[in-house]
């Protein structure tokens, strides 16, 4: 059932949409904090909270890959498609829908959706790339 997925490029992708997540929320902080409503001494995370990131990361690029190599060929570009089919398809709904319900503003769900558009991407471009 795993035998298609390159545990190397699951790995390089967890750990390089970690890295863009830091530098993504590094750069639109302030936005971020402001749209959330919440306070500066809210966004410092515990050595847990960024483990359970790093963890769900490791998972979100297996499952990934998955999708990636049950597409019919693990490529660059099935990456990069999978990676906008399910930001448009799975993340950004919910996200629209949680958001909503939660009285958000547009701009926390354009923040946070940009984040996870640029998770996926990344990780589609490295799983197609290490996987080819």
């Known amino acids: 059932m795993f035998d298609g997925i390159n545990l190397v490029a699951v790995a390089s992708a967890a750990i390089a949409s970690f890295i863009f997540g830091s530098l993504w929320y ?5 936005a971020w904090m402001k749209a959330a409503d919440i306070e500066r ?3 410092r995370p515990s050595p847990a909270i960024l483990g359970t990131a790093f963890f769900c990361q490791v998972i979100m690029a297996f499952v990934f890959a998955g999708i990636i190599y049950h597409s019919g060929e693990t490529s ?12 448009v398809g799975i993340v950004m709904t919910t996200q629209i829908v949680n958001h909503r319900f939660q009285g958000k503003p547009w701009s926390l769900t354009l923040i946070d959706g ?3 558009l640029g998770v996926l991407l990344l990780q589609g471009f490295l799983i197609g790339w290490l996987s080819y």
Do not use: E, F, P
């Open 26 to 30: 590094g750069l639109l902080g302030k």
């Open 41 to 43: 001494t809210q966004t």
């Open 76 to 87: 660059i570009r099935n990456g990069i498609i999978s990676a906008v089919m399910v930001w």
């Open 114 to 116: 940009g984040h996870w």
